[in-house]
């Protein structure tokens, strides 16, 4: 295409917006779709110019922490590329997943050039920010693209030529953009081909050079189309643990895994965690036959949608002596520790919260209600080593108009109804500790801005102050509900979410646990060592969703705990209580255990079954009328129908609430006998 004067560039977008018909030649789908979101979305004009941003020198230092181990594993990747393009003058950026160039190779006599037109460390190429460009597009859609010259948005950009590809990390997250650009390049869009392919396959090696060195406890394995390529230049990999689940993947791998399930790759919950099985046709305790030791002709594996692949196992590196200990996670501080009870994906996140807890960088938990958002910030806290106070505000539960000066605090007399000594925010409360700001979703906006404020300055200036304070303080900020959408209905401010996730932690719903059993035993401890758990009451709990997750089961475990029992008698010395589903809350007993499928039928619990109605088969899940019927024989008198059925009175109580049919029974039980 050849090269736009401001004002056809303007008229082309302008023209599109609209949706009039695209002349002088078409523009790439990827392209087009960004260009949208910037007119709809992120409502930029593109009239509007504007020079490439880059971030302040301190700002940068904290993109560069937060994706230090990245930066070191994608340099040498980084460092080839840029030599076979040597001559070419391309210049290579790794941008975080924030849009920030972390890292950068290009020539230094062109630094001044470069630095002006954004393809230099600390450039900031978020779509909102900058308009489309390689690797904003490539954020906002996780596809590698090319953005050449008029492509981009803003007209300050069109001399440009940026090719990006998307890096993932090992659960599938976008975390980096590998991006390779020009200042000149040839007007012929296809002269960035060669440029694309590259891209590309340099982020696939930098992943899985990343998988390679993140999962050496692991079995590894590489999958090629072809048997020549398996051992020298695999085209995805993915991680499986002891127990033959998959525990990390590249991106390629998890296309792989989702295509042979039929599902969306996007899902990657649906893949972490799963069986090997579950993908291949492949039992995961004949991994040895896939080692190098074997012709790669001979390491075949058909996936479930019948693809086959060639394969290669690389075994789990042992601890041999203690030189080698290194290769060991650290052991998780006490206080993270005790947030998990061997559920593999809490398992990573507690070891990912431990290597971010002594950095002061701002940390946003997400999870559902009760998932444990604030009881993992206090841990974090607790293995910071930050001499301050943990300092909790809740801002969905503070009126909006009391919200500011609990935060920032006020003089005395700055507000009526105020304290007449003034009052201390919880920002400079939490001076040198942790400031936990719970359900950060809710805040008003204008409230927001002043907290932007607070977090790029350092700084807080209390109501009716004229000099600002300054604060150390470490944020860890919570919401259940998932802030990007908040964004982007614009009730939350897209810079604030950045400056508060530079590293997010998803804790995941108690129900996709695997640790449910070893949780409820440890919440149960906590209670008092005299408890324990009867089989019917554990499938019962085991088979529940837990909507409330860790609050509710806490709540389910203590008032299961005040029913059992009251305690021992005078004169004994010890005493033990066991939990049996008569103790459970009665919306617990809507879950049947029939019902609740094969996991806890598996489970052996012959009591389970009795409570829930017998297997025998005369008292079946929904037998509503049978039961009507038998009441209504009795006269609604319990202990005979229960007798009939040889069932306990209180299963045939709580089948009379769950099908609701006590008012019914109340009236049989007035006939005449
Ligand atoms: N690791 C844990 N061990 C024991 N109990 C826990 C744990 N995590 C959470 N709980 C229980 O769940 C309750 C809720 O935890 P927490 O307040 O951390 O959840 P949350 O995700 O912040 O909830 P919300 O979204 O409602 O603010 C706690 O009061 C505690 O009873």
């Known amino acids: 295409m050849p090269p736009q004067s401001y004002v056809s560039h303007i008229k082309e977008i302008e023209a599109f917006g609209l949706g009039q018909p695209m002349h002088g030649g078409s523009r790439d789908e990827a392209v087009l779709g960004s260009w949208r979101r910037c007119l709809d979305h992120h409502r930029l004009d593109p009239a509007r110019t504007c020079e490439a941003v880059i971030v302040p020198e301190g700002q940068l230092r904290q993109h560069q922490e937060e994706s230090e181990s990245l930066i070191r594993i994608a340099r040498s990747g980084l460092e080839r ?13 790794l941008a975080d997943r924030h849009g920030v160039a972390v890292d950068f190779l290009g020539r230094e006599a062109d630094t001044g050039d470069l630095r002006r037109a954004g393809l230099y460390l600390g450039a900031e190429w ?32 069109t001399r440009l030529s940026c090719t990006a590809a998307p890096i993932y990390d090992l659960r599938g997250e976008l975390a980096a953009v590998l991006d390779l650009s020009q200042l000149r390049s040839p007007e012929e869009r296809a002269s960035q081909g060669l440029a694309l392919n590259l891209v590309v396959a340099a982020a696939r090696r930098v992943e899985l050079a990343n998988l390679m060195a993140q999962s050496r406890r692991d079995w590894v394995l590489r999958f090629s189309q072809s048997p020549d390529f398996l051992d020298v230049d695999p085209d995805a990999a993915i991680a499986v643990d002891a127990h033959g689940r998959i525990n990390a993947m590249t991106h390629a791998g998890a296309r792989l895994l989702a295509a042979a399930a039929r599902l969306d790759w996007r899902r990657r919950h649906a893949l972490i965690g799963q069986p090997l099985e579950r993908f291949f046709q492949f039992d995961a305790r004949h991994l040895p036959n896939l080692r190098a030791d074997r012709p790669a002709q001979q390491r075949i594996v058909r996936a479930c949608d019948g693809r086959v692949l060639f394969a290669h196992a690389i075994e789990p590196m042992r601890v041999r002596n203690p030189a080698s200990r290194p290769l060991t996670p650290a052991p998780l501080p006490a206080a993270l520790q005790a947030l998990s009870a061997g559920d593999p994906v809490m398992d990573a996140l507690l070891h990912k919260a431990a290597r971010l807890a002594p950095r002061n960088l701002p940390i946003l938990v997400q999870g559902e209600t009760g998932a444990g958002k604030e009881f993992l910030a206090r841990a974090i806290h607790g293995a910071s080593g930050r001499g301050g106070a943990f300092v909790a505000i809740n801002c969905a539960a503070i009126p909006e108009s009391l919200l500011e000066s609990e935060l920032f605090g006020y003089l005395p007399g700055a507000w009526t109804g105020g304290a007449s000594k003034g ?10 500790g942790t400031l936990f700001l719970d359900e950060i979703g809710d805040m008003p906006l204008a409230l927001q801005a002043k907290l932007l404020r607070v977090l790029s300055e350092s700084q807080v200036l209390p109501l009716g102050a004229r000099e600002p304070r300054t604060v150390d303080i470490r944020v860890v900020s919570a919401s259940h509900r998932p802030l990007a959408e ?20 998803q804790l995941p719903p108690l129900r996709q646990r695997r640790d449910l ?12 060592s005299q408890y324990s758990l009867g089989e019917a009451a554990r499938a019962m709990l085991l088979a529940h969703p837990w909507p409330g997750n860790l609050r509710e089961l806490n709540n389910v475990l203590r008032y299961a705990v005040a029913l059992c029992g009251d305690g021992p008698q005078a004169g004994a010395e010890a005493w033990e209580c066991v939990i049996e589903q008569i103790h459970l809350p009665d919306s617990l007993q809507a879950v049947d255990v029939l019902d609740a499928g094969p996991s806890v039928l598996q489970m ?7 409570e829930a109605g017998g297997a025998g088969g005369c008292f079946q899940p929904g037998g509503a009328v049978e039961l009507e019927q038998l009441l209504a024989q009795c006269h609604g008198n319990v202990s005979e129908v229960a007798r009939q059925l040889g069932v306990s009175r209180s299963t045939v ?18 006939r005449p006998s």
């Not at 906002?140 to 492509?151: C, E, K, P």
């Not at 009052?423 to 040198?432: D, F, I, N, S």
């Not at 109580?653 to 007035?670: D, M, N």
Request: glycine content about 10%; overall charge positive; proline content about 0%.
């Open 81 to 93: 590329l840029y030599q076979q393009l040597k001559g070419l003058d391309y210049v290579l950026l």
């Open 126 to 157: 978020r779509e909102d920010r900058a308009g489309t460009s390689a690797v904003g597009a490539c954020l906002a859609t996780g596809d590698a693209l090319i953005v050449h010259q008029s492509d981009h948005f803003d007209f300050t950009h």
């Open 423 to 432: 009052r201390q925010g919880l920002v400079e409360a939490a001076h040198r």
């Open 486 to 505: 908040l964004v982007q209905s614009g009730q939350f401010r897209q810079d604030l979410l950045y400056r508060l996730n530079a590293a997010e932690l």
């Open 517 to 528: 059993g070893g949780m409820m035993d440890r919440m149960l401890a906590d209670l008092g």
């Open 604 to 610: 052996g619990s012959a009591a389970a079954l009795d």
């Open 653 to 670: 109580h709580r089948r009379i609430q769950r099908l609701q049919l006590g008012v019914r029974c109340a009236r049989w039980s007035k």
